[in-house]
């Protein structure tokens, strides 16, 4: 169509790459995360828009900008797919020292109002691991009716531990912000904060958007906005590797 032809035909400032040509003027591409692995390879996960389904997709390109064909399907992997009645709301991606890839996503049923939380981790070739998780799909949060789960990061310690935080506003608008840690396999860590889950803010109001980091020494950084005033403040806390703060 005329949008397929204008962007092949443009020419693309010097060290920017086009990551996505939409298939039809109705699609739009939305969420994109960038993660690059140990050996320089780039992959840039992001979602589309068709007007009839949601799709995610991870892309993988070599440190000059090449995409590696070789990787799935002409270097590109689809995560997950859904009908119109939902929508994707944020998307994570990260890599352990091995080059295994674990990919994230928030998928929002919009009739219920509801968001739940995925991971899912793959091989350096693209291969899903189906003993992560259940068949392969980590279902880190399920929210119940009205909740609404908004923004969230992921993060691997020097031990392919996975800690996942998300914001899950909850029917009181309160902001409860939280993570979870897994073992490699997808395994939730009971001894990690309660039951396998830290809560670094409960119900106070308006604390959204939380980003994890894990430094040298297994101490973990949460981030994360808070909008309970009249202006925002970015705040941050630090746990150990227990999550004793």
């Known amino acids: ?15 920017q790459l086009v990551v996505l040509l939409d298939a039809t003027d109705q699609s739009k591409s939305t969420n994109p995360f960038v993660a690059s692995d140990t050996l320089g390879n780039t992959y840039v996960l992001y979602a589309e828009d068709t007007a009839t389904n949601y799709y995610i997709y991870v892309k993988k390109y070599d440190s000059a900008g090449a995409r590696d064909i070789s990787f799935v399907t002409s270097g590109t992997l689809q995560l997950a797919s859904y009908a119109t009645n939902a929508s994707i709301h944020a998307t994570v991606l990260t890599h352990d020292y091995n080059g295994n890839m674990y990919a994230g996503w928030i998928q929002v049923a919009n009739a219920a109002s509801t968001g739940t939380v995925y991971m899912k981790k793959f091989s350096t070739s693209g291969t899903i691991d189906t003993s992560f998780g259940s068949s392969g799909t980590l279902t880190v949060d399920a929210a ?20 996942v935080t998300w914001s899950d506003k909850g029917i009181d608008v309160a902001g409860n912000i939280y993570i979870k840690k897994y073992n490699s396999s997808g ?32 101490n973990i950084y949460v981030s994360f906005s808070d909008q309970s005033g009249t202006a925002g403040t970015v705040k941050m806390k630090k746990y150990n590797s227990s999550a004793a703060v």
Do not use: C
Not at 1 to 13: C, K, Y
Not at 190 to 205: N, Q, S, W
């Open 187 to 218: 395994t939730l860590q009971t001894g990690f904060g309660t039951a396998g889950t830290l809560t670094v803010v409960d119900g106070i109001a308006g604390e959204i958007m939380p980003f994890v980091g894990v430094d040298l020494s297994d």
């Open 144 to 163: 119940a009716p009205n909740n609404d789960t908004h923004g969230f990061s992921a993060a691997l310690d020097s031990s392919t531990n996975l800690y």
């Open 1 to 15: 169509n005329s949008w397929i032809q204008q962007a092949i035909g443009r020419t693309e400032p010097k060290g």
